[in-house]
């Protein structure tokens, strides 16, 4: 222990800001862990779990070891869930300074409105400060909201970020509604007046379909098709004016993927520029919009058959300070940060940036928070 | 037309038949009882609304004549061919027995109205692929019309279009040898981005990629094309310039995941090379125009592009954009020769 904090404060001291990973998944050691942070009322339903009848129970097929790296596995509990593989993998073997983390298959798995949203989200936040937070200074926390009640999660957001070392607030991309709908303006505006970043991550099985055309039949397919949500977000977001109302708002695209955003900004440029002033007034080009208010995670990071056409998809996007790293730990698609995007290929001062100075511009409250604590 | 390479526009649109145009070529209990219902294509209509100046609109004799016009001076200037299609909805209609019908009653008036009339058009043949059987047997039926090169369906659909439950329409296709073009749009019960029903048409068209992109993955995963060898699709109206980032996550995710999928034998974007073809027009294209030129040699293979007009719209970048980078051999595939290819169209099927 403290070998690790002597470690944690000499990555804070250098100069510079070191390496900050964005979208790490810690877990719970067992169901079971959670109920020490949930109100007795709600242990039975619990226990008898939530969304029977949803999609989330559907079969895709299967990826290999399901979605963890094979050699992730703690003596007991899932990947993730092991605090001192997970230093030994990730923080100290790759000097990594923060990290952000999220136990995101855990948290869409439970109920995202009611009282009883509200309290498995105050109960995953609670856990994270004391079971994680407390006991390294390199952790950041992801805020866990009922994702589909705007007022509760407004709510949530408020008593949590008190706590400076909460960097981000959470959400699974696939919602029931596209965010620009008015029932998540309280969490937009939640996020503004605490000067906390929403991250949209992988996962939800509140939409509709989670394609453009119904249901895929194979995992790959459907893990394929999760870049699709993140662009139906963005439309949905830009065209909402959403950010007209809440012009502070940023929006983190973790996990999303890169490679479909350049055209996708090209076509909502044309499409407005076509439509002009046959549709609702937007306060900017879509493409500035998307500029001003999103970022983007590296992970899963395209990989073109000529490798220089990241580089090109990179100017294209004209967004370098917008790129965040991340290597998805302990999923099995993970990108090693000393592998991903090279110097040799984007550049030293490119690569600066994404390994950790955006993410210092973006998450400087809890920066400051958490070198303090 | 002896040593000039063959232009061809893929993709023209022809006005939207009015229920009366059917008439003539339905079964005689059809008129009745869409008289009775108050039937209205609405979903054709609602395509493109009239407020986006965007909509082919409704036929008429005027608007036909219109539309004629409109190909002799911006189409037949230069192509020697263009396939001709039009829209109707037919995936909207929920009706077994109506919506076949209907598919085939549009194909009857679009061969009638102007495939009759004009020996440069080509006909994209529409069908109602929720109901894949009925489909195969219109496919069937088009098929012994020479005329006819496309069966046309629409980008929004139930299921993405390798599920199994379009085989039988694949089938029909590949054993008649045609080509089928998926379309920008489409009215289904579920809606046509990952997350749900979108407000607006600004929404609605810049989500309007993602049920070609679904198909993509779809159709070379569920090895429709390891199946069919000979089966092409089109991809009209949609745009191209996002074709690349998909591959590349595409080829990755296969990389990762292909055990589940051992019927593909080859990385994505290799089929696609093989068995796809994209219009030119619309193109979702950069401010920078040497980005256009990154783009396109991002793109699988260099045949990737037929010319289009997307008359009576033009909704794109001009042609000149995408040929301006290109070798002389390489703007005579897009400008016809890769239509010619994907469509059968030998020379002895162009009219001198």
């Not at chain 1, 936040?125 to 805020?143: E, K, Q, S, Y």
């Not at chain 2, 310039?241 to 290799?270: A, F, I, M, Y």
Request: proline letters at 7%; glycine letters at 8%.
């Amino acid at each position: 222990m403290t070998q690790v904090t002597e470690r944690a404060s000499a990555a804070a001291a250098r100069p510079g800001v070191g390496l900050i990973d964005l979208d790490v998944h810690n877990a719970l050691t067992s169901a079971a862990e959670l109920k020490k942070y949930l109100p007795s009322r709600w242990h039975r339903a619990y226990d008898e779990g939530s969304g029977i009848g949803s999609a989330r129970w559907m079969q895709f097929g299967a990826a290999r070891l399901g979605v963890f790296r094979g050699d992730a596995w703690p003596a007991s509990g899932p990947p993730g869930s092991d605090l001192d593989l997970m230093r030994e993998q990730l923080l100290d073997r790759y000097n990594v300074s923060r990290a952000v983390l999220h136990p995101v298959l855990e948290t869409m798995s439970v109920s995202l409105d009611g009282d009883v949203g509200l309290a498995y989200a105050a109960a995953f936040n609670d856990w994270m400060a004391d079971r994680w937070l407390d006991r390294d200074p390199r952790f950041l926390g992801g805020i866990t909201v009922p994702i589909e009640d705007g007022e509760r999660a407004a709510k949530e957001i408020d008593r949590v970020a008190a706590d400076h070392r909460f960097a981000k607030i959470v959400l699974t991309v696939a919602t029931r509604e596209p965010l620009g709908a008015p029932r998540y303006w309280p969490i937009l505006e939640a996020a503004e007046r605490n000067g906390l970043p929403i991250t949209l991550h992988v996962g939800g099985y509140g939409s509709a379909t989670p394609s453009g055309a119904g249901w895929a039949s194979f995992h790959v397919e459907a893990h394929t098709n999760w870049a699709l949500p993140y662009a139906a977000q963005v439309v949905s977001l830009v065209a909402s004016g959403a950010f007209d109302r809440f012009p502070n708002v940023q929006i983190i695209l973790e996990e999303g993927s890169l490679g479909w955003m350049p055209a996708l900004m090209w076509r909502m440029d044309r499409a407005h520029q076509v439509l002009g002033d046959r549709m609702a007034e937007l306060s900017n080009v879509p493409s500035e919009i998307v500029r001003k208010h999103f970022w983007m995670t590296t992970q899963p990071l395209d990989e073109p058959p000529v490798r220089g056409q990241l580089v090109e998809m990179f100017d294209m996007l004209d967004m370098s300070d917008r790129f965040l790293f991340s290597s998805d730990y302990p999923h099995h698609d993970f990108d090693a940060p000393d592998r991903v995007l090279p110097a040799s290929l984007v550049g030293q001062e490119f690569r600066a940036k994404v390994m950790g100075g955006n993410a210092a511009t973006l998450i400087a409250r809890a920066l400051g928070g958490s070198a303090s604590a | 037309m002896p040593d000039e390479p063959v232009r061809i526009d893929a993709d023209v649109h022809a006005p939207r038949p009015s229920v009366t145009d059917l008439t003539p070529h339905l079964e005689p209990h059809w008129p009745e009882y869409l008289k009775w219902t108050g039937f209205r294509p609405k979903a054709g209509e609602r395509l493109y609304p009239e407020w986006t100046g965007l909509s082919t609109g409704t036929a008429s004799e005027a608007a036909n004549a219109s539309f004629r016009a409109t190909l002799d001076t911006q189409v037949f200037d230069r192509c020697a061919l263009a396939v001709v299609s039009t829209y109707f909805g037919v995936e909207s209609v929920l009706h077994p027995y109506l919506a076949p019908d209907l598919a085939s009653a549009v194909n009857r008036w679009l061969a009638t109205e102007y495939l009759d009339t004009d020996d440069r058009l080509r006909g994209s043949a529409m069908v109602a692929p929720q109901f894949a059987d009925s489909a195969a047997a219109e496919v069937a039926r088009v098929a012994t019309d020479s005329r006819f090169v496309q069966i046309q369906v629409p980008a929004r659909s139930m299921e993405p279009y390798g599920n199994h439950r379009y085989w039988d329409l694949w089938e029909a296709v590949s054993s008649h040898d045609l080509t089928v073009g998926i379309t920008y749009g489409g009215s289904v019960t579920i809606p046509g981005n990952a997350i749900n029903w979108m407000d607006t048409f600004f929404e609605q068209y810049s989500a309007g990629t993602q049920p070609f992109a679904t198909h993509i993955t779809s159709l070379v995963l569920n090895g429709v094309f390891e199946r069919w060898p000979n089966l092409r699709f089109a991809f009209v109206d949609t745009g191209w310039t996002w074709l690349p980032g998909l591959l590349w996550r595409l080829d990755k995710e296969w990389k990762e995941g292909r055990q589940e999928v051992p019927w593909v034998r080859r990385p994505p974007s290799e089929y696609v090379a093989e068995h796809m073809r994209f219009t030119t027009t619309p193109t979702d294209a950069p401010t920078d125009p040497r980005h256009l030129q990154l783009i396109l040699r991002q793109l699988p293979c260099a045949d990737m592009l037929m010319y289009s007009s997307d008359l009576p719209r033009a909704g794109g970048s001009g042609i000149e954009a995408i040929t301006a980078g290109l070798t002389v051999e390489e703007q005579d595939r897009v400008l016809g020769g890769n239509a010619a290819q994907l469509y059968r169209l030998t020379r002895e099927r162009v009219p001198s």
